[in-house]
């Protein structure tokens, strides 16, 4: 199970950190992505990070703002969120690749949570 948390209402240029708490699955073994989705829109890849070398990866319409994370011991993901835009709104999903390599190769996700709302607006 994925429960994404700390999602809600910001103005523009403010900062935001989601949470993914995972449970019944240990994150030591498994890349983890954030993921998007705004009203109308396809979802679309935020970030990921892998768990061999905790490589990170960003879309170009956040990198140099939002930050991936991992605590294995609390088995927590997190992305920080800074100088937010409103296009940033959408809700945000996390999600669990047990395969490994989905996020370079376009792959689905295999388990996903249930996604928190995010909204930029002054």
């Known amino acids: 199970q994925l429960v994404e948390s700390g999602g809600g209402l910001v103005q523009p240029g403010g900062s935001l950190r989601l949470s993914c708490a995972v449970s019944?699955?240990?994150?030591?073994?498994?890349?983890i992505g954030w993921f998007r989705q705004a009203p109308g829109k396809m979802r679309e890849g935020v970030s990921c990070?892998?768990?061999?070398?905790?490589?990170?990866y960003y879309s170009d319409s956040v990198k140099g703002r939002f930050t991936i994370s991992r605590d294995n011991a609390k088995n927590t993901v997190y992305l920080q969120m800074n100088n937010l835009k409103p296009e940033d709104t959408a809700i945000y999903y996390c999600?669990?690749?047990?395969?490994?390599?989905?996020?370079?190769?376009?792959?689905?996700?295999?388990?996903w949570g249930q996604g928190t709302q995010v909204t930029v607006s002054s």
């Open positions: 999600a669990v690749d047990l395969v490994g390599n989905s996020w370079i190769l376009g792959r689905e996700f295999d388990y």
């Open positions: 019944g699955l240990t994150l030591d073994y498994v890349d």
């Open positions: 990070i892998t768990y061999s070398d905790r490589r990170t």
